[in-house]
Structure formats: C-alpha cells, structure tokens
C-alpha cells in the first residue's frame, strides 16, 4: 500500500503524518516543551526501592524519577525464564539505594507517573539493534521465512568476527533480504556509537544523559522508510536538506523521495491533515455506512463502542448488524493509531448471533492492525459479546498531548444545570442561617453566571422569595460574566444603610 510522509517544521514544534492510499494513520508532534524521552539513556542513581512493587526509582535528572521495574533487569540478573522453580528475584538482590546504575527509557511520562526505565539496553540503527549488555542474536518475529532468517543469523555472526565483539544484536524486520555488506556497516555504526556512550559516561556527573536519540523527522524516515514509502515531503529547507544528507549516507534508497514543499498552501492544510487531527480528538467516529464509533479514554483502559446509527441496511437485522461491525472493525486499528490509544482495549461490537460472523471480524479486526508498529494481542469474543485486546502504549496519547482537562468541569466531561445550581444556593443560604454563621439582620448576596440568574429571577422567582422569607432576610443578585456553569457564590453584607 503506498505510503507519504509530511513533515510540517516550526520554530515551536515539528509534525509528521504518516499516509496510506491517502488517509492519514499517524500523526507525530514534537515539541520542545514535550520533548519524548523514550529510547534515551541515562547514569542515573537509585533513589528508592519499593521491596512491596519490586520496583525502584531511578533519579535521571528529570522532573520526576524514573520507575524500573525487577522484570526490566531480570536479564540481567541472569534468569532466563520465569517459572515457580525460578521466580523473580529479590529486587534488593539486584540493586541498592544510592547506587549508580545505566538505564534506558522504553516510555514517556504520563499524567503523574514518571518515564518508565529498563536496564536492558538497546540501540537501533536502520537494519540492527545493539544490545551492549548481552550477547544473543535475534531476529525479528515478522521475518517468518526460516531460510531467512538463518541467513541473518549467519550474517551476524561473521559481522561480530569481523567487528571483533560479542556483543548482541537483533536483525530488524527491514534487514530482510538486505545484503551482508550493509547489514554489517550498520553494526559497526551502532558500535560507534556505544563506544561514544562508554567514553561519556567515564566524565559524567550522575544523573546525567548519555544518549538521545534521532530527532523526530529523522527517527521516522529510520522507521518508516521502505518500499511503500514513496513519497517525503518537508515544508521547512534546512530540514529537508539534513534528513536528504542522513538519507544518502544511510537510507540511500529512500533519499530520491526526499522533496521540499515550497507551495504557498500550508503542508497539512494541502492534505486535510489539520481537519483529519481535529477530528481524531473528538469521541464520536462517523463510518460510511451510517454507523458510528464512540471511543473514551479512561484511566486504567480505553473502551470503543459501536452503533449501527442511521444504518438500515437489507431487511434482516442479523446482517445489517454484521456488516457494520465488519467496517467497524476495519476503522479501529486505524483510530487507535491516528489516536496513538494504548494499554487494554475494550470494544463492544453490537451482539451477533452467528459464531461465524464474530470470527470473521476479529479476523478483519487482526488484519486491519497489521500495519502498526506497535505490540498488539488479540483475545476473542466474551461471553458478553466485547472483545479485549492490548495495544503496548510508549508515549501520551495525541489528545494527552494537545489538551488538558476542561477547567469548567474539571475533566469531567459534564456541567451541572442551572437548576441543580439554583437549587445547591438555596441550600448554602439555609445551612448558614440555621448554623448562625452571620449575625441577623445582614443581607445575602448571590452572585452566579446569567443562565443561573436568569433562572432564579424566572422559574425559580418564587422558590427565592420563600427562603428569603424562611430566613428572614433580603436576598440580592448580582451576575458575574465571568463565572463558570458551575460556580456560585453567596456573599454576606453588611445591614442595609451602614
């Protein structure tokens, strides 16, 4: 399926999306005030460890500490497998509080939480990933011709005699049929690097960064570049002319690709992604049938659920239903890539009878996903008709990234009516005169935004007069334009004349 990637520069920020046949399926925004810290390596020092989590938090030299969990380092401790024979080990057994150790961020922080750390080390170039501290050969669970893939094992292995390290390596999927000459140039460079991280952190005052990775244009042509990929164009001179100079050294098939926008028309606007990154914040999902998708994103998963809408379809209901959760099912892999959504997935496909039909669009929903990068595990239909499934998240999702809670409702996602509101003042007015919070004979002052006032002085004028008149006191409205749908405020003055 063909493929092009935009890449819009700014001063405060860099974007990139990703197209098939047109439509976009990523979008990928840097800035400098969220920068992404995964794939970074760092010295950093044990700050806690938390025997209960088997965890402990690592101080890099960010905002927060880093969380490393005993799995992330088992490797390393020389357990292979996990069994009841052999279980994970005592994270105390591993490290100490103080100590100075090398780890490697796998994701961004999100919410509250800071960057999740490994002490598995990887490094990767556009064919190989180094593995420094180990020192096995894998290859990538997608290159499924064997034949193949004991090629590349064997390539590999003379790379490392002819390197002159034992250092592990994993052939990734592009290496596939790939010749022995480049895959090895790639190791060697990797090499390089790791050797420019040994030397740096000899000097370095712990916490302190060892590595960085790739820039976002440049980690994405890395990625994405292969044979689909026909087409790259960057709207900003200077990085078009970096990523063609990476491109010539290391992606030399790609670099004829690399063009520079210079149309008056703005990149994304040319393409519709600016309406298409809009859209992707917003719950609803229309489909062509006339169906629709509501996708919400929660704290501890992200739950998708389908509707047949306006769809009438034929006039038995069993197919109409079927073929909207087929379109459904083609539609969320994308979503959930657009939405950059991750973590355990809960969709609820409208009820089938036949068990025929649900096997045909979990597999629709298997195929759709095969173009994401990202891990993905599928689990057949419930008992309850949903289907579970877990996309593995590395960075906030574009919506955490370009929003913030609603201020209003404080990401609640609803405002109270204005009769709730009315009703939640007169309640504030009888507490304070029954607890005699104010002396007698003052006056009460509401201040409320208009659709509040305009309530009080209309349906609810005669409810006011009564609790002034069961308090015994004058009630004033004043209206603050400022004020949110839910905020109020009752004031208490001074008697009248003072």
């Given at each position: 399926m063909p493929e092009e990637l935009l890449i819009n520069v700014n001063p405060f920020e860099t974007r990139a999306a990703l197209l098939q046949d047109g439509v976009l399926q990523e979008l990928h925004i840097a800035r400098s005030s969220g920068y992404s810290y995964t794939g970074n390596i760092y010295l950093g020092r044990v700050e806690r460890i938390v025997r209960g989590m088997q965890a402990?938090?690592?101080?890099?030299?960010?905002?927060?500490?880093?969380?490393?969990?005993?799995?992330?380092?088992?490797?390393?401790?020389?357990?292979?497998?996990?069994?009841?024979?052999?279980?994970?080990?005592?994270?105390?057994?591993?490290?100490?509080?103080?100590?100075?150790?090398?780890?490697?961020?796998?994701?961004?922080?999100?919410?509250?939480?800071?960057?999740?750390?490994?002490?598995?080390?990887?490094?990767?170039?556009?064919?190989?990933?180094?593995?420094?501290?180990?020192?096995?050969?894998?290859?990538?669970?997608?290159?499924?011709?064997?034949?193949?893939?004991?090629?590349?094992?064997?390539?590999?292995?003379?790379?490392?005699?002819?390197?002159?390290?034992?250092?592990?390596?994993?052939?990734?999927?592009?290496?596939?049929?790939?010749?022995?000459?480049?895959?090895?140039?790639?190791?060697?460079?990797?090499?390089?690097?790791?050797?420019?991280?040994?030397?740096k952190r000899a000097n370095a005052r712990c916490p302190a960064p060892l590595y960085e990775d790739l820039p976002l244009h440049i980690r994405l042509l890395r990625d994405l570049a292969g044979p689909d990929l026909q087409s790259i164009r960057i709207d900003d001179e200077r990085t078009c002319r970096r990523a063609a100079s990476f491109a010539a050294q290391f992606l030399p098939e790609v670099a004829r690709h690399i063009e520079h926008y210079r149309e008056p028309?703005?990149?994304?606007?040319?393409?519709?992604?600016?309406?298409?990154?809009?859209?992707?914040?917003?719950?609803?999902v229309e489909m062509k049938c006339g169906g629709f998708l509501v996708i919400e994103q929660t704290e501890a998963m992200i739950t998708i659920d389908v509707n047949t809408g306006s769809f009438l379809g034929g006039s038995r209901f069993e197919e109409t239903v079927y073929r909207t959760n087929l379109e459904a099912a083609s539609m969320i892999p994308r979503q959930l890539r657009l939405r950059n959504l991750g973590g355990i997935i809960i969709i609820d496909f409208i009820d089938m009878e036949s068990p025929e039909h649900q096997r045909n669009v979990l597999r629709a929903l298997e195929k759709a996903s095969e173009g994401d990068r990202a891990r993905l595990a599928f689990e057949g239909f419930s008992s309850l008709g949903l289907v579970q499934m877990s996309r593995k998240r590395t960075r906030e999702s574009l919506a955490q990234q370009l929003c913030e809670p609603c201020p209003l409702?404080?990401?609640?996602?609803?405002?109270?009516?204005?009769?709730?509101?009315?009703?939640?003042?007169?309640?504030?007015?009888?507490?304070?005169?029954?607890?005699?919070?104010?002396?007698?004979?003052?006056?009460?002052?509401?201040?409320?935004?208009?659709?509040?006032?305009?309530?009080?002085?209309?349906?609810?004028?005669?409810?006011?007069?009564?609790?002034?008149?069961?308090?015994?006191?004058?009630?004033?409205?004043?209206?603050e334009p400022c004020y949110g749908p839910n905020q109020f405020d009752v004031v208490v003055l001074q008697e009248a004349g003072r």
């Amino acid at each position: 399926m063909p493929e092009e990637l935009l890449i819009n520069v700014n001063p405060f920020e860099t974007r990139a999306a990703l197209l098939q046949d047109g439509v976009l399926q990523e979008l990928h925004i840097a800035r400098s005030s969220g920068y992404s810290y995964t794939g970074n390596i760092y010295l950093g020092r044990v700050e806690r460890i938390v025997r209960g989590m088997q965890a402990a938090f690592v101080d890099v030299g960010l905002e927060r500490p880093g969380f490393l969990h005993v799995r992330s380092m088992v490797p390393r401790a020389g357990a292979r497998e996990l069994t009841d024979d052999h279980p994970l080990p005592d994270i105390r057994d591993l490290v100490q509080e103080g100590q100075q150790m090398l780890v490697q961020a796998t994701k961004d922080p999100i919410a509250n939480k800071g960057v999740r750390l490994t002490a598995e080390i990887t490094i990767a170039a556009r064919y190989a990933v180094l593995m420094p501290l180990g020192s096995q050969i894998g290859i990538s669970q997608r290159i499924e011709d064997e034949a193949e893939r004991e090629r590349l094992r064997t390539i590999i292995t003379e790379a490392r005699c002819n390197l002159n390290t034992s250092m592990g390596f994993i052939a990734r999927t592009v290496s596939e049929g790939v010749d022995a000459e480049v895959i090895e140039s790639d190791m060697a460079q990797l090499l390089r690097v790791w050797d420019a991280i040994t030397a740096k952190r000899a000097n370095a005052r712990c916490p302190a960064p060892l590595y960085e990775d790739l820039p976002l244009h440049i980690r994405l042509l890395r990625d994405l570049a292969g044979p689909d990929l026909q087409s790259i164009r960057i709207d900003d001179e200077r990085t078009c002319r970096r990523a063609a100079s990476f491109a010539a050294q290391f992606l030399p098939e790609v670099a004829r690709h690399i063009e520079h926008y210079r149309e008056p028309r703005p990149l994304f606007d040319r393409y519709g992604i600016e309406d298409e990154a809009a859209r992707a914040l917003l719950p609803r999902v229309e489909m062509k049938c006339g169906g629709f998708l509501v996708i919400e994103q929660t704290e501890a998963m992200i739950t998708i659920d389908v509707n047949t809408g306006s769809f009438l379809g034929g006039s038995r209901f069993e197919e109409t239903v079927y073929r909207t959760n087929l379109e459904a099912a083609s539609m969320i892999p994308r979503q959930l890539r657009l939405r950059n959504l991750g973590g355990i997935i809960i969709i609820d496909f409208i009820d089938m009878e036949s068990p025929e039909h649900q096997r045909n669009v979990l597999r629709a929903l298997e195929k759709a996903s095969e173009g994401d990068r990202a891990r993905l595990a599928f689990e057949g239909f419930s008992s309850l008709g949903l289907v579970q499934m877990s996309r593995k998240r590395t960075r906030e999702s574009l919506a955490q990234q370009l929003c913030e809670p609603c201020p209003l409702c404080r990401g609640g996602g609803l405002t109270k009516t204005s009769e709730t509101i009315c009703a939640e003042i007169f309640r504030a007015i009888l507490h304070d005169a029954r607890t005699a919070c104010s002396p007698g004979g003052q006056e009460y002052l509401i201040r409320a935004p208009e659709t509040v006032v305009d309530r009080l002085l209309d349906e609810d004028a005669d409810h006011l007069a009564a609790v002034s008149s069961r308090v015994g006191r004058e009630i004033r409205i004043q209206v603050e334009p400022c004020y949110g749908p839910n905020q109020f405020d009752v004031v208490v003055l001074q008697e009248a004349g003072r």
